[in-house]
C-alpha cells in the first residue's frame, strides 16, 4: 500500500538534545512537509520540499533543521535550540506544482520532553 | 494576513443529530478551501474541498459551501453517526501544498 510512514511514533528528548523524526513515502511525491501540531492549536508549518535537495522555511523554522537528499524521505531535526519540542508532529506530501493539490498525512510523531 | 477561525469545540452530539461545524477565513484573493478530519491516533485525511466560490465540496454525507460574500465554509452533515467522532480542522490554501488551518474542532458523537 502506498503512503506515508513516520517513526517512531512517540519519541523522548532529553535537556540539550537533538532528536531525529522520520518520514519516509512511497507515493512518489515530489513535494513534502513538517507541520507541528499543539492541543487546542491548528497545525502550523515547519519546513516543506518542492523537489530533492531544495527546501524552505515555514512560519516556525526556527529551532527545527531538514534535509532532502532522497525524493522519498524527510527527515526532520529537532535542535536543543527549540526550547518547547513537546507537540505532534506531523509529515505530509502532495504531487507537487498543482494548485488545489491533496495533501497526504502520515500518523505522526508525539515528541515529549524528559 | 491568510488565517481559519473555527466555532469552539468540543461538540457532543447524538447519533443522528445535524451537524454544523462554522468556519470563516480571512485570505487575499479567492483560495481554495479544505475540511480535513482527522480520528484518534491518526494523521489526517482530506474530507472534501471546494476551489471558488458558491462550490459545493461533499464527501460521505458531509457538505460545505464556499461563501465569498460571508467569508465562510461551514461543515454540515444531516445524520452524524459514532464513527464520525474526530477533530475537523478548517483550512485554506497559500500557494502550491502551503496550507493554513484553523485551531481543530472536537466532535464526540453518543449512541
Known amino acids: 500500500d502506498g503512503g506515508i510512514t513516520q517513526s517512531p511514533k512517540y519519541l523522548f528528548r532529553k535537556e540539550g538534545q537533538n532528536v531525529t523524526l522520520s518520514c519516509e513515502q512511497n507515493?512518489?511525491?515530489?513535494?513534502m512537509y513538517w507541520y507541528r501540531q499543539d492541543p487546542g492549536q491548528g497545525l502550523r508549518l515547519i519546513y516543506y520540499s518542492q523537489i530533492v535537495n531544495d527546501f524552505q522555511k515555514g512560519d516556525i523554522a526556527e529551532g527545527y533543521s531538514v534535509s532532502r537528499e532522497k525524493k522519498e524521505s524527510f527527515p526532520l531535526t529537532v535542535t536543543s535550540a527549540q526550547k518547547n519540542p513537546t507537540a505532534f508532529y506531523l509529515c505530509?506530501?502532495?504531487?507537487?506544482?498543482?494548485?488545489?493539490?491533496?495533501?497526504?498525512f502520515g500518523s505522526g510523531t508525539q515528541l515529549s520532553v524528559l | 494576513g491568510n488565517s481559519v477561525t473555527q466555532m469552539e469545540g468540543p461538540v457532543t452530539l447524538s447519533e443522528e443529530a445535524f451537524l454544523t461545524i462554522n468556519c470563516t477565513y480571512t485570505a487575499t484573493g479567492y483560495p481554495s478551501l479544505f475540511w480535513y478530519v482527522q480520528y484518534p491516533g491518526e494523521g489526517l485525511q482530506l474530507l472534501l474541498k471546494?476551489?471558488?466560490?458558491?462550490d459545493k465540496g461533499s464527501n460521505k454525507g458531509f457538505e460545505a459551501t464556499y461563501r465569498k460574500e460571508t467569508t465562510s465554509f461551514h461543515l454540515e452533515k444531516g445524520s452524524v453517526q459514532v464513527s464520525d467522532s474526530a477533530v475537523y480542522f478548517c483550512a485554506l490554501q497559500r500557494s502550491y501544498g502551503k496550507l493554513t488551518f484553523g485551531q481543530g474542532t472536537i466532535l464526540t458523537v453518543h449512541p
Open positions: 471546494a476551489t471558488k466560490a458558491d
Open positions: 505530509a506530501s502532495s504531487i507537487g506544482g498543482q494548485l488545489e493539490e491533496k495533501l497526504f
Open positions: 507515493l512518489n511525491h515530489d513535494a
